[in-house]
């Protein structure tokens, strides 16, 4: 039985992690942490979890962590990296589904998130946990840096074509668009109810920070790191769902994507090729892990290949993702507790 | 292993036995029909169940469905009564989602479906379908008619107070409002997107199909059969949900039914009495089997009462239930495959 | 020309008596206030209103208010009531849509709204500006008090009857149904995309601030003061709509309210009385100044009449109704700048 | 005043319509047609008019159409090339919203809507109705193809820059998005409600009927007819708005964009270029005839320029593009009934 602490768990991805680690029987949640709602019971906050769940929130530097066997940080950037080296120096193994370790150049990160990191020599040491990229680094590691929810749609979307050189990878579009509760938990104008129905819109259109969490997966994969890409996120006025529509040149006009994908993806338990100029709707994936993509080739040679990509931000993009790289961890069957189908309607 | 059949599969109430049934051990789907999709695929038309489901939908008249042990029907009303004398015979037990059985007298159920019944004996042989009310008779039936959505959330929400003789049966309020998964999936003008969407409506407010349905189970735990139901229903632009609120007249003001709720429920494993005053939302059991309920006391001797009753119209008032009673008829633990907490957000 | 100042115009009222004012010929937008935006252009808040607007944000306490002719406060509760006897003074007249002036007893609005009165004196002074109530009043007035949202669906719905003594005043249930902008333009939890969406709730149902409000109207049209009205809010999951369901219980069995209703609001430009049994929907009213009204009749003696009544709480439920006062209080035709139909969809 | 009819007035596009043209002082609309409704009132289908428009729906072949001097089709495409030579020969102007009109060459008109066109010589009399494409032939025009609603908010966001050489016209992207009222008002599975809230999807993606209308159009102001275009829809779970993301490769790196788009559409009352790098939203449209445009320079040489567009579908992109396109015809104020800004929220 694994013991687990979750630090931040009154946000979605915190209650997306309950919720599937309640159906999780190699593991017990221990320790559940909350700075603002500390002292209430985690079913006060997501009275969904009635009956399901009997903890009481503590605060982040509660030394009930320590004894955990893994802790899973749900929290905003820049506050995992306060608490992560003394936890691993307790022999906690660490999943931080935020972005303080996933990119590797600390004055990348620093230009992005706009705040020193403390902990730098800890960015080496961090797996980034795509498990379709680095299942082996996983499995040997007690630092993850959860995937951004875009960074996961869009890099295994991309993936295959770029590490055998199919596409150019010079002139990729991505189009991403996202459900609301990828801004978070938290009260925001920008996020209100009556701001964003019946409403679409793109944002953060000259730079949005998943950006070079993106390039450095899409440089690692191919010989001269020379991803060019533009990338333009959306606003789409539903809870759950991502969708990223790719615009990709194909090196060679006689190769068929689909052959290469179905192969690369044939034993990955999370990701689903679908027949050829499929149309995947992010309803297909609600509450489930699965990412599915599907290539619409060109219809003429100066036509780019469009590649669809559909995950749910908060299962595969975010606590889903966590779990499979936490079952990966600790030796267990990868796709335990990861199961279900999408929730249709 | 129990090998089931599902009838009318491409509903949503059947893509959500799909769904739940995929994740139960004990069960073995063999056989899905659809007249209008037959030799298709059920992931051709329900794509979020690629890799769980291999099945192709066969017609309803299919002779498979007679060595399954058990058959769903997921089907509209009045096409269950023309299959299901035949499949009895063939020893097939039965579990129709549809009203095609709920009620006993004949004379009522013509009145308000507008169609002559073709098997009105069974009437009397099938066991109305709501574990709270008839477990024993559920364990042993053949022909379980499952509970209508609103008849589900209305019934639990008064059944402790009518049968103790809590409340005034000649005068209750049922304002109950749905999510439009509950008007089927099928092609209708009136539930289009957009003439749902950024709306709210009451409708059939002159008498609903389910209103002789919620009379005669209140009816059936009254000494007088005396129950005097007004019940209007309402349209929510949402998928899933179901919510009722409703009005009552305490018979004796010093009476807290607060108590008599949370005893009268308390093995159940489906039906949660939260606290005095609380404020249920119907989020909190999406994709859940349960019924959560809670109970404002008026604020003075002339105010009603008001309960507030939730579930999620396709689980507790469908599929979910179904397989509860599944479970029962069976002799397996009565919450297999329905454990799920509600999705959050 | 009237020369019109907003204070508060960054809420969804006040941009709702922009673009409602922006096409009345006999209006000229002046000033405009927020604390929170001072410096910023309102087409800096609100894109909608480009080229249709030119103004800049000063604050509440800016002087250029004093020379207005009229001034809309669309503050929260509490606001107005520091500016408004200065102003007064000023001889500007006051349209109040928070609920500052809305109760005539102080002690009542002090429990209600939980802090001190700064200018009880005016409370007697203020007209409550429900124009199918108070018209003559209204034309005189100096202090409009714009009724709340709930208190204009439910009082329209209501007053015909209640007037002529045909329903019992003492057994009244308004289960009341809002749109998400009802809670206002600001950052909350509770109103965030991903709290509200697919989901639906009661809320306060212990009591909501807008109860004595209504109560206070309903007593005024009757001999005896005796009000007796059960009142539960809900929130639905759009923006804009009002929606509430009256159950009453005729005195007469025999009164065919549907005659009295269609005679009370004959000439009333802003009332629709659909015909009977009629199944009125907000979205036929959105972006509208009317109130649409339909009766259903109980189907026997012992049950209730069911009233519907549906709003636009931003239009006739505010802004919409608080021009409507305004073009009373300056002679001008009454439905000046209110004639737009609904938008469907 | 303008004696007009529309035919089809039981869609989206036709009850928009008749909700602008009953805000327009100088029009008189005198015929509605449908053949599923015929012999109902407007206000049975469309409560939303109550009070405002008394009319009865008679059927398409009506002879009360031959004497308004405007006729509107609002048909499916395939019906008013049925009707239209025979109109103009009793010298009825027509707008026809529908596709019959909107293709030059006949084989391609046929190739895309897969039916055999019955008035092809009428092709080249018939104005593509975009104002600030055609303003002077649209005023001499006899029969207008109104735009489609997608051509409408791509053309307008590349007329600038293709006119003018700015961009490689073989290199652009149009990834597109449409609120589901697009879909017309039809019972049709796939926009019932719960097939498409809370989810989003491409459609289309290897070809949209909209296609090559948009290729017409910026082909037409190019020197040499070389537009390479890449065209996704994609479905928003909204029921108004478009929004267009455009990535296009400038000529000269140093060329400013915004300017050029601001000087081009300077004197366009209803095209609005937001300040570089700015975010429109579509509700910021809602219900207007507004056009908003938003640039955003690449970052680096190597990347696109992104232009961002949004319209109403229904307006700028349907209804109120007609009227538009009416009153040029009828030397009124282009902007007569069209000033109404965004519905926010």
Redesign the interface.
Known sequence: MISVGIVGATG?TG??LL?LL??HEGVDVKVVTSNSEKGKTVTDV???????IDLIFVEHESEQLNSCDLIFFATPHAIAMNYVPKLLEHDCKIIDLSADFRIKDVGIWEKWYQVKHVCPELLQTAVYGLPELNRAEIKRASLIANPGCYPTAITLALLPALKQGLINP?DI?A?A?S???G?G?????A?????????????S???HRHLPEIIQSLNLVQQNNET?L?F?P?L??????M?A?I?VKPTDQNTVLQKHYVDFYADEPFV?V?PE????????????N?C?IAI?P??SE???T?I?SVIDNLVKGAAGQAIQNMNLMFGLDEGTAL???????
């Open positions: 979605y209650v997306e919720r309640s159906a997501f009275p969904s979890l009635r009956s399901t010079q579009i189009d668009k459900g609301v509760s801004a938990r938290k009260a925001a104008l996020s209100q109810f009556s701001e964003v129905a019946e409403s679409f819109k793109a944002y259109a000259s730079g060019n533009s333009i959306h789409v006025p539903m809870n759950r769902g969708f529509t615009y689903d679908m100029r499929a149309h995947p709707d992010t309803r297909s994936v609600k509450g489930s699965t599915r619409h060109g219809e100066s036509q780019p469009v669809l199961s279900a189908s999408g929730l249709i309607p």
